[in-house]
């Protein structure tokens, strides 16, 4: 059985451009969960989608903004890119949503120069 | 706000030590546990999940955690590290099916 696949894994874009990231589930995980992991603030919660529907939000700005397909598969978008959002983003799938094990993707990693 | 502390940032172990890192959340209320470790160059992966009953929980590789709901904490154990568990150990929380939050992460390396 596939893992969960991020795309693409490495991603260089400059200050002011916008960026979108994919990910698609293990087969059969309706679940999908967005994270930023950054050098000492951990994985920080970006968020969530069920069944086409987003079910929880993280604390991020509207510059953030994701959707998911009826086939699972989710995309986030950042827009108007900052410095600040050089991270590595993690995309996590599960069969049901939030409080069940958690299967993680091996993230994008965006710099923005 | 609800939230996920890991005091120790950095630990730095010789094999055959003994480990215990640190995790207390701010929840109230029922939760639901987990420890995920990252090791060099992978994704994370699930080490424990305590979701009731027995408090003191056993994952892989010899690792387990115990529940101590009055200190609000989740602490991770084992009690004789190899150098093949250096890696970044994240403690998560949540409450029923709201989002997932996790520490700040704990780097652990382990010498021969």
């Known amino acids: 059985k596939a893992g969960v696949t991020q795309t693409p894994r490495y991603l260089i874009k400059t200050r002011g451009q916008q960026v979108t990231l994919s990910c698609s589930p293990i087969?059969?995980?309706?679940?999908v969960s967005w994270y930023q992991q950054t050098p000492g603030q951990g994985l920080q919660f970006l968020f969530e989608y069920f069944s086409e529907t987003q079910r929880n939000k993280g604390n991020f700005p509207g510059r953030f903004s994701g959707r998911q397909f009826s086939n699972s598969r989710s995309e986030m978008n950042v827009s108007t890119l900052e410095l600040g959002d050089s991270a590595l983003y993690l995309c996590a799938s599960s069969l049901v949503p939030e409080g069940e094990k958690l299967f993680f993707g091996s993230g994008t990693q965006l710099s923005v120069l | 706000a609800q939230s996920v502390s890991q005091h120790n940032h950095h630990v730095i172990l010789s094999e055959a030590a003994s480990l215990e890192l640190g995790c207390n959340y701010s929840y109230g209320g029922t939760v639901n546990l987990f420890w995920y470790v990252q090791y060099p160059g992978q994704h994370l992966q699930l080490l424990l999940k305590?979701?009731?009953?027995?408090?003191l929980v056993k994952g892989i590789k010899g690792f387990e955690a115990e529940f101590i709901k009055s200190k609000f904490s989740f602490n991770l154990r084992k009690p004789s590290v190899q150098w093949s568990d250096t890696a970044e150990y994240f403690c998560?929380?949540?409450?029923?099916?709201?989002?997932?939050?996790f520490g700040t992460g704990t780097r652990l390396q382990v010498f021969p």
């Open positions: 087969s059969g995980h309706r679940s």
């Open positions: 998560a929380v949540t409450r029923n099916t709201d989002k997932l939050i």
């Open positions: 305590y979701f009731s009953g027995d408090p």
